[in-house]
């Protein structure tokens, strides 16, 4: 009977394929960039749980000192959703021709965001004449502005030094530098480096609300593999919030063994995520456009 012997053979072939990874088993690859940083808890816990996974998504994971540091990469067409902050998303959306969107916030507070100085700097007043350092065209930028602007120190008498987030510690504890404002956890490391000479001079209540958003190219983001990607990578992300703001050991476990932070300077963080992300949808263009604004007259 060689019909029925031909069909019983198509049949286990197609039952062979279907058994073997194919291509609609195949993971989605995707590559994030992100940093060192405790608001990245909710990616965090994604990965370390196997949520990526579960969506279907195969995901790299590049970690950058600072989101400006980020971009420079992701200008040259690398990465395909990017971690940043607000002020270096804008910059970025104008200086791309606006080849960029934001698609969700992550998270936002003022207490991450620190002035550690050295222990002779009292207030803000003896900064001026002196060297202070942040990664420049991050949010510490636009906290610098207004920090001395709010506590009438002339900007021009304050020299700002444009280092990356990883030597400000060295450079502070060595006295190259007399301040400098940033993003925890880097204020945390550098006082267990130097606690006898630095301290925490302010957080940024009152001047900045700093933000961590993701975003990617509008071209991506239109294609139909690129919105799946994207729409399954914000539904994972949302269950690692979940896990994230209720098991603080996990968080604290996984940037041990990842990034080496003490347990205090990962609470120091995680302790100032006030704004996590609650939204299930992508931030509209129009909304994005309507941000870039008014960050632009920060």
Known sequence: MPGKT?????????????????????????????????????????????????????????????????????????????????????????????????????????????????KEIAKPQDLTGKIIATRVGSTGSWFISEYLKKNGVDASKVNVKNLDTQVLPAALCGGEIAAFFIWQPIGSRTLEICPDKAHQLSDATGYVQGYLVAGARPEWLASAEGKDIATRWLRATIKGRDLAEKDFPAVAAYAKAKLDLSEKATRDQWDT?????????????TSARSAAGRGRRS
């Open 273 to 285: 995520n006030s704004g996590r992300w609650r939204s299930t949808r992508f931030i509209t263009t």
């Open 6 to 118: 031909t069909m019983i053979a198509a049949v286990a072939i197609a039952a062979a394929a279907l058994a073997t990874p194919g291509s609609a088993q195949t993971p989605l690859k995707m590559t994030l960039f992100g940093q060192p940083s405790v608001n990245n808890d909710s990616i965090w816990l994604a990965l370390e749980r196997g949520l990526y996974k579960a969506e279907g998504l195969d995901v790299t994971y590049r970690l950058f000192p600072s989101g400006t540091t980020a971009f420079q990469s992701f200008q040259t067409g690398q990465g395909d959703i990017v971690m940043t902050g607000d002020l270096p998303s804008v910059q970025y959306f104008f200086r791309s021709n606006g080849n960029y969107r934001t698609i969700a916030a992550i998270e936002r507070d003022a207490k991450g965001y620190v002035v550690i100085a050295a």
